[in-house]
């Protein structure tokens, strides 16, 4: 592939913003009026240019007239607790109780356009010295000046405290924020120079504040997307393809017609959907309707998928290569060569994806649990051919998405229902919809060889990969990268192939395709993590039969999983402790540090792999370790897992996880274990059991009987997480760190363990116990 | 279309719908609670778990003609954000969700169970949330609000 532009380059790469704000309601941020605006031009976050002008302070922060404080945010709530945590910061910045700040999410009327939230960015985008940071810190020197002015008395003499601004040694010349400009605008620009308060002197940021949303969520008291009800709402079904690429010859909308509360049947090109007054009915008449599909193309037969990916025409990419790989092998004391496998694998979200649509005459409003609130209202304009500024998505919570889940599709699927119709419509998947075409997690295929030297040091270590790709995000312009925009006949992005040209510029290794142990060295600038200066990393992205997209750590999972094993089977080759061997290939301290503190947490003891005791028989038991500076540079973690192996039925019982990890300055400890925790466990469950199959026609994984995730009952590990706080770098993210490096501890635990070492994703107990002999 | 009494957190309720219609549309559509949720349809995931009369069911997967006169309670009906029944007061002290769409599933399998065998074992309560999933894996805080309340109920 081209290694995909990294999620942060994308984000660095910033054009010319067209400033255009008027003032809109008095609590309503900058928003220009709804005219066109929508011509080209690219704002701050790789997104278009939109009428919420982010250099305005209004854009990002009101006081309202009781004094409290509106926050407006492009970064939103996916159960990763940043609602949580940006109230926390706007708190924090403007000293006002956490109760009486109020955070808007991810409107397209209101908020900036921050794109995405994904890709571990909302901390590194909003919690260091930009966007709701600067807005926060740049609203709070604007305060001080206006009580300057008030009290008559210079800033420095000003303490800010519980939305108020008292003269420091004198409590009773005080003026409050409501008082200051409660209801009114600031109507400045947001101020580079504007100093966020020390992390020594905070008192909400940093501390484990408890989730805003915990008792409404805990008390069935929360609305999500799921129960939004609009005045006139219908509801609708989609009907899907029985196949991969099946085509729609016919309809027959008679099969229908007696149906109860049947209102529509809609199609359009290959996309088939009814709309009906109650949604059981909308489930009835969609199972009824009597469509003529032509078959499509035949699948690869899952038993060869690897195999075949090697066969596909590719495009090719380079993100490192040294030019003396083969030599440098050829000359090696000892190579080790091996083959890792790693399967598709679904977000596979709790709830099914779910939309409501109001898509009436010229105006739509969409509520969506898109992680992409804009770039959806740029999809569902070109879906419906509205103005794309007639259009409104507005967040609201779904389901855990993980990445990009059913939520596009579904927000597109309302909104052709919807327009068909001229009324509200809701519509949420069934669960065979979600899961049959929602854009799976990459396969993959990565061949590796290490060269070592006499005393047992890696000298070159060469990585090629395969890994197929179709669709993605819709992005702005490209509905046809998910379900819906494709059957109503938009393009999915593909692959063009295309051969490989040299790297250039600086390593970002945002794909985590360059293993942590090599230099990283493009020319004279070497960017990795390790010391390995022969180094070579290809990678060739074919034409998935499926449609792909991110999932949590896509691609740096697959690839750490890969390196973390491969770096194992090396330190056991030569006998070396696991931890030693990795200090040893390394130079980036912070991820030496996670390391060393995984390891002494855990009490490791020092000792090449596998352990000595194990016959081959009863219980093994095995510990092993991974890491990953993830992303290159956002989030340093290791973990060590702890196992036990039945031998003879080769089921792995993991009872214990030890996660260090170094984030940057914490903004809420206990969310960050939350975050940990979480993504040790989902990352387990991917690792046991997850794994998308098909027959030669269509996706056989719809359910959860056919999709394999570890439930409540399966015997959860000790987790232990250990939180290291630099307030002196940069805030990283930290949602999708644990993830990554989950299968390689394990299959690392399961060598310890017996000697065995499973090279193939997921860890089954068939797996181990045909790999057991 | 046929017309079903039930009760539903302590009120009564009438519906008219088609006898084949699943509790869940009843309580999410007709009803418009949000405690009890859509997640799989299949009966295999927990998301919609109420519980009528001492017994946790699957709402998505029973039909109204199996209900008329039913006593039904969703996760709303067991405390309030104010006044939260204690294993939610428990989630909430442990900070113990995510995206939070699995919790009726999670809380009223086990209020369910712990009112039926106050003395459940922890292999017991294990048993019970073996169907039970939540995909954001905060099985860890979970089952420590469960135990939390188990051990306040055995007291």
Same mark, same amino acid.
């Given at each position: 592939?081209?290694?995909?532009?990294?999620?942060?380059?994308?984000?660095?790469?910033?054009?010319?913003?067209?400033?255009?704000?008027?003032?809109?309601?008095?609590?309503?941020?900058?928003?220009?009026?709804?005219?066109?605006?929508?011509?080209?031009?690219?704002?701050?976050?790789?997104?278009?240019?939109?009428?919420?002008?982010?250099?305005?302070?209004?854009?990002?922060?009101?006081?309202?007239?009781?004094?409290?404080?509106?926050?407006?945010?492009?970064?939103?709530?996916?159960?990763?607790?940043?609602?949580?945590?940006?109230?926390?910061?706007?708190?924090?910045?403007?000293?006002?109780?956490?109760?009486?700040?109020?955070?808007?999410?991810?409107?397209?009327?209101?908020?900036?356009?921050?794109?995405?939230?994904?890709?571990?960015?909302?901390?590194?985008?909003?919690?260091?010295?930009?966007?709701?940071?600067?807005?926060?810190?740049?609203?709070?020197?604007?305060?001080?000046?206006?009580?300057?002015?008030?009290?008559?008395?210079?800033?420095?003499?000003?303490?800010?405290?519980?939305?108020?601004?008292?003269?420091?040694?004198?409590?009773?010349?005080?003026?409050?924020?409501?008082?200051?400009?409660?209801?009114?605008?600031?109507?400045?620009?947001?101020?580079?120079?504007?100093?966020?308060?020390?992390?020594?002197?905070?008192?909400?940021?940093?501390?484990?504040?408890?989730?805003?949303?915990?008792?409404?969520?805990?008390?069935?008291?929360?609305?999500?997307?799921?129960?939004?009800?609009?005045?006139?709402?219908?509801?609708?079904?989609?009907?899907?393809?029985?196949?991969?690429?099946?085509?729609?010859?016919?309809?027959?909308?008679?099969?229908?017609?007696?149906?109860?509360?049947?209102?529509?049947?809609?199609?359009?090109?290959?996309?088939?959907?009814?709309?009906?007054?109650?949604?059981?009915?909308?489930?009835?008449?969609?199972?009824?309707?009597?469509?003529?599909?032509?078959?499509?193309?035949?699948?690869?037969?899952?038993?060869?998928?690897?195999?075949?990916?090697?066969?596909?025409?590719?495009?090719?990419?380079?993100?490192?290569?040294?030019?003396?790989?083969?030599?440098?092998?050829?000359?090696?004391?000892?190579?080790?060569?091996?083959?890792?496998?790693?399967?598709?694998?679904?977000?596979?979200?709790?709830?099914?994806?779910?939309?409501?649509?109001?898509?009436?005459?010229?105006?739509?409003?969409?509520?969506?649990?898109?992680?992409?609130?804009?770039?959806?209202?740029?999809?569902?304009?070109?879906?419906?051919?509205?103005?794309?500024?007639?259009?409104?998505?507005?967040?609201?919570?779904?389901?855990?998405?993980?990445?990009?889940?059913?939520?596009?599709?579904?927000?597109?699927?309302?909104?052709?229902?919807?327009?068909?119709?001229?009324?509200?419509?809701?519509?949420?998947?069934?669960?065979?919809?979600?899961?049959?075409?929602?854009?799976?997690?990459?396969?993959?295929?990565?061949?590796?060889?290490?060269?070592?030297?006499?005393?047992?040091?890696?000298?070159?270590?060469?990585?090629?990969?395969?890994?197929?790709?179709?669709?993605?995000?819709?992005?702005?312009?490209?509905?046809?990268?998910?379900?819906?925009?494709?059957?109503?006949?938009?393009?999915?992005?593909?692959?063009?192939?295309?051969?490989?040209?040299?790297?250039?510029?600086?390593?970002?290794?945002?794909?985590?395709?360059?293993?942590?142990?090599?230099?990283?060295?493009?020319?004279?600038?070497?960017?990795?993590?390790?010391?390995?200066?022969?180094?070579?990393?290809?990678?060739?992205?074919?034409?998935?039969?499926?449609?792909?997209?991110?999932?949590?750590?896509?691609?740096?999972?697959?690839?750490?999983?890969?390196?973390?094993?491969?770096?194992?089977?090396?330190?056991?080759?030569?006998?070396?402790?696991?931890?030693?061997?990795?200090?040893?290939?390394?130079?980036?301290?912070?991820?030496?540090?996670?390391?060393?503190?995984?390891?002494?947490?855990?009490?490791?003891?020092?000792?090449?792999?596998?352990?000595?005791?194990?016959?081959?028989?009863?219980?093994?038991?095995?510990?092993?370790?991974?890491?990953?500076?993830?992303?290159?540079?956002?989030?340093?973690?290791?973990?060590?897992?702890?196992?036990?192996?039945?031998?003879?039925?080769?089921?792995?019982?993991?009872?214990?996880?030890?996660?260090?990890?170094?984030?940057?300055?914490?903004?809420?400890?206990?969310?960050?274990?939350?975050?940990?925790?979480?993504?040790?466990?989902?990352?387990?469950?991917?690792?046991?059991?997850?794994?998308?199959?098909?027959?030669?026609?269509?996706?056989?994984?719809?359910?959860?009987?056919?999709?394999?995730?570890?439930?409540?009952?399966?015997?959860?590990?000790?987790?232990?997480?250990?939180?290291?706080?630099?307030?002196?770098?940069?805030?990283?993210?930290?949602?999708?760190?644990?993830?990554?490096?989950?299968?390689?501890?394990?299959?690392?635990?399961?060598?310890?363990?017996?000697?065995?070492?499973?090279?193939?994703?997921?860890?089954?107990?068939?797996?181990?116990?045909?790999?057991?002999? | 279309?046929?017309?079903?009494?039930?009760?539903?957190?302590?009120?009564?309720?009438?519906?008219?719908?088609?006898?084949?219609?699943?509790?869940?549309?009843?309580?999410?559509?007709?009803?418009?609670?949000?405690?009890?949720?859509?997640?799989?349809?299949?009966?295999?995931?927990?998301?919609?778990?109420?519980?009528?009369?001492?017994?946790?069911?699957?709402?998505?997967?029973?039909?109204?003609?199996? #209900?008329? /006169?039913?006593?039904? @309670? &969703?996760?709303?009906? =067991?405390?309030?954000?104010? *006044?939260?029944?204690?294993? +939610?007061?428990?989630?909430?002290?442990?900070?113990?969700?995510?995206?939070?769409?699995? #919790?009726? /599933?999670?809380?009223? @399998? &086990?209020?369910?169970? =712990?009112?039926?065998?106050? *003395?459940?074992?922890?292999? +017991?309560?294990?048993?019970?949330?073996?169907?039970?999933?939540?995909?954001?894996?905060?099985?860890?805080?979970?089952?420590?609000?469960?135990?939390?309340?188990?051990?306040?109920?055995?007291?």
């Amino acid at each position: 592939m081209t290694p995909p532009l990294s999620r942060r380059d994308f984000l660095r790469t910033s054009g010319a913003l067209v400033v255009s704000f008027s003032s809109a309601g008095a609590l309503a941020p900058f928003v220009f009026p709804s005219t066109s605006l929508s011509a080209g031009g690219q704002g701050q976050f790789g997104t278009r240019v939109s009428h919420v002008d982010p250099r305005q302070l209004d854009s990002w922060i009101a006081v309202n007239a009781d004094g409290t404080v509106t926050g407006y945010t492009g970064k939103c709530e996916l159960g990763q607790g940043m609602l949580t945590a940006q109230t926390q910061l706007v708190a924090e910045e403007l000293s006002v109780p956490v109760e009486r700040v109020h955070i808007v999410q991810c409107d397209t009327d209101v908020t900036p356009d921050q794109g995405t939230t994904s890709g571990s960015q909302s901390t590194p985008t909003n919690f260091n010295e930009a966007n709701l940071a600067l807005a926060a810190a740049t609203a709070r020197e604007a305060l001080l000046n206006l009580a300057s002015t008030r009290l008559g008395v210079p800033v420095n003499r000003l303490s800010a405290d519980n939305g108020a601004i008292s003269i420091s040694g004198d409590a009773a010349k005080r003026v409050t924020y409501g008082e200051l400009i409660g209801g009114r605008k600031f109507a400045l620009t947001l101020s580079r120079t504007a100093r966020r308060k020390p992390a020594a002197q905070w008192t909400v940021l940093g501390k484990p504040v408890p989730r805003v949303d915990m008792a409404a969520l805990a008390t069935g008291r929360f609305e999500f997307v799921h129960n939004v009800r609009v005045p006139g709402m219908l509801h609708g079904q989609v009907v899907r393809p029985p196949s991969v690429g099946a085509t729609v010859g016919g309809v027959d909308d008679t099969s229908v017609r007696g149906l109860p509360g049947v209102v529509e049947v809609v199609v359009r090109k290959n996309f088939v959907g009814v709309v009906t007054e109650k949604p059981w009915q909308a489930l009835q008449a969609a199972r009824a309707l009597k469509v003529q599909w032509a078959a499509g193309s035949k699948l690869p037969a899952q038993r060869d998928l690897y195999d075949w990916m090697r066969r596909q025409p590719s495009r090719d990419g380079l993100v490192v290569d040294s030019g003396d790989v083969d030599r440098t092998l050829n000359g090696a004391r000892t190579v080790l060569k091996a083959t890792y496998l790693h399967p598709y694998q679904m977000h596979a979200s709790m709830g099914t994806s779910c939309a409501v649509a109001d898509v009436r005459g010229d105006h739509a409003t969409v509520w969506s649990p898109t992680q992409s609130a804009y770039p959806t209202r740029s999809g569902v304009a070109l879906l419906t051919g509205l103005p794309l500024d007639n259009v409104r998505v507005v967040f609201t919570r779904g389901s855990g998405c993980y990445g990009i889940n059913g939520a596009d599709t579904v927000s597109f699927d309302a909104a052709l229902l919807s327009q068909a119709v001229g009324k509200p419509v809701r519509i949420q998947l069934t669960r065979k919809d979600e899961m049959a075409w929602e854009n799976y997690g990459l396969a993959y295929v990565i061949d590796q060889r290490i060269g070592l030297d006499a005393n047992g040091a890696i000298i070159a270590w060469d990585y090629d990969a395969w890994l197929p790709s179709l669709g993605g995000r819709p992005g702005y312009d490209a509905p046809g990268n998910v379900i819906t925009g494709s059957l109503v006949g938009f393009e999915p992005a593909g692959v063009s192939p295309r051969a490989t040209t040299p790297p250039s510029g600086t390593l970002r290794n945002g794909s985590n395709a360059a293993p942590s142990y090599v230099a990283g060295c493009i020319g004279t600038s070497c960017a990795g993590a390790g010391t390995v200066k022969s180094e070579r990393v290809r990678t060739h992205t074919i034409r998935s039969p499926f449609f792909t997209g991110p999932l949590r750590s896509p691609s740096r999972l697959q690839n750490t999983f890969a390196h973390e094993c491969f770096l194992d089977e090396a330190a056991a080759s030569v006998k070396a402790d696991p931890i030693e061997y990795r200090l040893r290939h390394l130079r980036d301290e912070r991820l030496m540090e996670v390391i060393r503190a995984a390891g002494k947490a855990a009490n490791w003891e020092a000792r090449p792999s596998p352990q000595s005791r194990n016959t081959r028989s009863g219980v093994a038991r095995g510990r092993g370790v991974s890491a990953v500076a993830y992303e290159g540079d956002n989030g340093y973690v290791a973990m060590v897992a702890e196992i036990a192996v039945d031998q003879a039925t080769g089921r792995i019982t993991v009872t214990r996880l030890v996660v260090a990890q170094d984030c940057g300055p914490i903004s809420n400890p206990d969310g960050m274990k939350n975050q940990i925790e979480g993504g040790a466990l989902q990352g387990l469950s991917r690792a046991l059991g997850e794994e998308v199959t098909w027959d030669d026609q269509q996706v056989t994984s719809i359910d959860w009987r056919t999709y394999h995730s570890l439930t409540l009952g399966f015997g959860v590990p000790v987790i232990e997480s250990v939180l290291i706080n630099r307030t002196d770098v940069e805030a990283t993210g930290a949602g999708e760190t644990a993830i990554t490096i989950v299968a390689p501890a394990i299959g690392n635990a399961i060598f310890d363990a017996t000697g065995v070492r499973l090279r193939q994703v997921p860890f089954t107990a068939e797996r181990l116990r045909a790999a057991l002999g | 279309m046929s017309a079903f009494t039930l009760t539903v957190n302590g009120e009564r309720h009438t519906v008219d719908v088609d006898p084949t219609t699943p509790l869940l549309y009843v309580l999410s559509d007709d009803l418009a609670l949000r405690g009890p949720k859509f997640g799989c349809g299949l009966g295999q995931c927990g998301s919609c778990t109420v519980i009528v009369g001492q017994r946790a069911i699957r709402s998505c997967v029973t039909p109204m003609s199996t #209900l008329n /006169g039913a006593d039904v @309670t &969703t996760l709303e009906g =067991l405390g309030t954000v104010e *006044r939260p029944h204690p294993l +939610q007061k428990a989630f909430i002290d442990e900070q113990a969700a995510q995206c939070g769409f699995c #919790l009726s /599933g999670v809380i009223m @399998t &086990t209020v369910a169970l =712990l009112n039926q065998n106050p *003395r459940a074992t922890t292999p +017991q309560i294990q048993e019970s949330l073996s169907t039970v999933l939540c995909r954001c894996f905060v099985h860890t805080r979970m089952l420590r609000a469960i135990t939390r309340y188990a051990e306040e109920k055995r007291a």
